[in-house]
């Protein structure tokens, strides 16, 4: 069984960091569909594409703190809209301040710092299994009230 993972972002140009996620989601066998979202705007266009891919994972890419309101403002909508899978976010802004978003959004289930390919492969394994989410190296995610804060996962080293 594979997972289907919406993961949505602004594609200004090519969003080459949405590329890699999805090529590793494929890679991992997990169903991924990239979903533009540039602005509030597309708010209404985004929750629709979500629910008809009846996603159970939607990964927000927060590459800037320009895009931080409308990213939560998403998030937001989804819930609104009856989305009930797991959201989580990654991007520059999360790696830094996943307290506060975590804190301060409560739509949001999980944040993926730093690098997410190999997270967000072990976060998807761990959510299609049902199992408990600790262990998964750069995952912060909310255990009721608590935060639970994984160590960082070690830069990849291949790039090429």
Same mark, same amino acid.
């Given at each position: ?32 569909? %990239? %979903? ?25 890419? $927060? ?8 990213? $939560? ?13 797991? $959201? ?60 639970? $804060? ?11």
């Amino acid at each position: 069984m594979t997972l289907r993972v919406a993961l949505v972002g602004p594609r200004f140009h090519e969003n080459l960091a949405l590329e890699y996620l999805a090529a590793t989601c494929q890679e991992h066998e997990h169903e991924a569909h %990239i %979903i533009t979202y540039s602005s509030r705007q597309d708010a209404r266009s985004v929750v629709e594409a979500v629910l008809r891919l009846n996603a159970r994972v939607v990964g927000l890419s $927060i590459a800037f703190q320009s895009c931080l309101t409308d990213s $939560i403002h998403l998030a937001e909508q989804l819930r609104s809209a009856g989305f009930t899978g797991h $959201i989580t976010c990654g991007g520059h802004v999360p790696s830094f301040e996943y307290a506060a978003l975590l804190r301060d959004c409560p739509a949001l289930d999980s944040v993926v710092r730093h690098d997410g390919e190999l997270t967000l492969s072990e976060l998807f394994d761990k959510l299609e299994r049902e199992q408990p989410l600790s262990g998964v190296a750069g995952l912060v995610w909310r255990d009721g009230a608590e935060l639970r $804060i994984e160590p960082t996962r070690r830069p990849l080293q291949a790039l090429d």
